[in-house]
């Protein structure tokens, strides 16, 4: 590297660390270009040089978890390794004559996928673009791979609800929509993995059990299954399709008494009672509705030990949305005006969430003729 | 004149430090340039400000390889607002990325910044009670609209927006423009002399005109210049033997581009500079440099390298490529290979 720098090939900067003194090198992006393009017409070579690029970034990538739970301890090392990861995924994508990816690679490109979403990053653009590129890397294998390819859908579908209609230009239908399909696939797949699944998995290792279901029941891939069940009801939901999504909604519900009690899996039913009162919600059964928007709050408070979240008062929002629908306007506008300041301190008062709420009290404001006030 | 720029330093005021920068330095051997930089200040300056909400706003333009990175960061070494943000602006992608970091650097949590994080971000800039100053680095046609879109449109404190490109056309979205032409033939021979280590006084008048002759047939071309000056600093070679060698590799282009546009001339050079730059480099030092070019450009850690050095032996096949199947069937040949690996420190 010494060399490298003394050509004036590369630049290095030192920087000062929590660990030390380290340094980081940089090289031009045109330099950058006409070394790929020599490479490309040295396939051989181009694999073994791709290959080091690969083991190096595999190295310093974490792994996505298991069962797909956010783990922040992981999000410095992800941050640090994203760029670069990225950066290789535009690479691996311009190449001509295109590289046959590896089954490695795939991985890496889904870990760093995954990582897109779990924090839920304002880029998710990015995220699908690696996602897809995994996606296609499997495809060009021919591999099977079910576990990892259901892996993948599951965060595309994710990404795609956080992007919603404006990913149309490269997707080419509409996000949720291919959602839907994403999902629909996605059980069908994570039910064959579970159906082959060794029953000696029925004991979770302890730390999945820390973080997913207290009891000890179940295998990682059934838990995966129900919670691909649970997010293809909730795409339903978004198509209206609100039987498809009951059905779905109870066969998780099903599951979950098995596992536990609702003091033991607090999260599973707060989901159940969160997805099961826009069921009521839309059926017109507006005082079970809110009943079960009642426990789910409960919930949520049970699982998290608080309710100064961002997600306890998403679920609070939703549950005054559901006395708008009942009529009880006077009742639901309080909520709103509470949640509104709980978003601000503990969102921030630029956070989307928090243009949400002021939409909606302006839109009841507005109904209720106080127009005033909505403007 | 690199002889004159102790003196030029002491007259100009030391930057204060700001409170944020991630805008890289610039380069060790940046020369010349005065007068551009000079004209990024004056068009740059709070005092040119005349509407206080504005932030001021220039684009450097000019073809790849003129140095338009590093006059930009060169005026980021310079300059003292609270704030110096980088962006990296070739796609859209890398630019969303940088506003992330920008995020950061604010304090926006994930949940804060919401969907639209370009569009906050910029935002908050706009009401920031601090000044800053954002440099949108190499604006290409993919992501030329988003950065476009992604320029504040006012400020409380005095702040500047600096765009370096080759697309002449985002000089209607800037309050001014610095076409960045090639160096002087001074200029690339003191770019020349420093790569060199050399004191121009004890340049001999045969060595001089030498240099004189490599700069112009360079076009100027700082890139160029550059990795030419850090060649001939490891080759060893006297600069008659050097120039030789180079003429020999020039004489292919001339032939080629005496009816081309000076643009192709400059793309021509940097083709051949590569080409022997590279070409002389050791198989490790190659090897190296060309994983480098699947890596983001910036921000690589030494410590990665050093460790998958030390993992695979030396830069050696490492099992992906048709070739080492063939030869990983052979395990003594892989460890042979390793072990007449060319050593080189990292």
Sequence with gaps: M?????????????????????????????????LRLKLDQDEDERMVVLGHAISIMRRVTPQANDLQVPDRKYWPAFAKASPHVFSMCLAFKAAHP???????????????????????????????????????????????????????????????????????????SEARTEALRRREELVRMRKEVMLDASPQSEELPRAMRNVNLATGKGSVEEILYYNGVNDLGLSYLQVNQFAEAESLFEECYAKYRAWGDVDEIPFEYGKYFHNISFVRMYQGRYDEALSWAEKSLACKVKADKTSSTPRYLWFQYNMANIMVQAGRLAEALDLHLTILRNRETICGSRSEHVLQSLYTIGAIYHHLGKLDQAE | MISQEPDK??????????????????????????GDLDTLRRRLSPSAQTEESKPRSCLIHGMGGMGKTQLSRAYSDDSSYDFHFWV????????????????????????????DLVETVKSLLEEQDNSWLLIFDNVEDGSFNEAVGAMPIK???????????QLEELKHHTQSVI???????QEGVDLLLRCLQRDPATVSPRDHELLVEISTKLGGLPLALAHTGGYMSKSKEELSEFN????????????ATKQQRVHQYNSQALDVVWDFALERLEANQRKLINILAYLNADDIEKEWLVEERRLSCGWVDNGLSAKSQYVSRRPDFRIYLANVAVAFMI
């Design chain 2, 244 to 255: 030789d060698f180079f003429n020999d590799r020039w004489e292919h282009i001339v032939y």
């Design chain 2, 155 to 165: 400020a409380r404190k005095a702040s500047a927006i600096v765009m370096t490109s």
């Design chain 2, 9 to 34: 330093q002491q007259t100009q005021p030391p930057p204060s430090v700001p409170k944020f920068s991630n805008v890289p330095r610039k380069h060790r051997y940046f020369v010349g340039r005065d």
């Design chain 2, 179 to 185: 076409h960045l032409a090639s160096l002087e033939t």
């Design chain 1, 98 to 172: 295109a590289i046959l990816g590896t089954e490695e690679l795939a991985k890496l490109f889904y870990d760093t996928g995954f990582h897109y979403w779990e924090r839920w990053s304002a880029v998710p653009r990015n995220g699908i673009t690696l996602l897809l590129t995994a996606e296609g890397i499997l495809d060009q294998l021919g591999h099977d791979k079910p576990r990892l390819r259901s892996d993948i859908s599951c965060m595309v579908s994710c990404l795609l609800d956080l992007v919603g209609a404006g990913y149309m230009d490269v997707i080419q």
């Design chain 2, 88 to 115: 990296q602006a070739e796609s859209v992608a890398k630019l969303t990325e940088s506003f992330q970091a920008i995020a950061n650097a604010l304090g926006l949590s994930p949940s804060q910044a919401g969907s």
């Design chain 1, 2 to 34: 010494t060399s490298l720098n003394e050509r004036c090939l590369i630049e290095t900067k030192p920087t000062a660390s929590s660990h030390g003194s380290r340094s980081l090198y940089s090289i031009h992006r045109s330099l950058q270009i006409a």
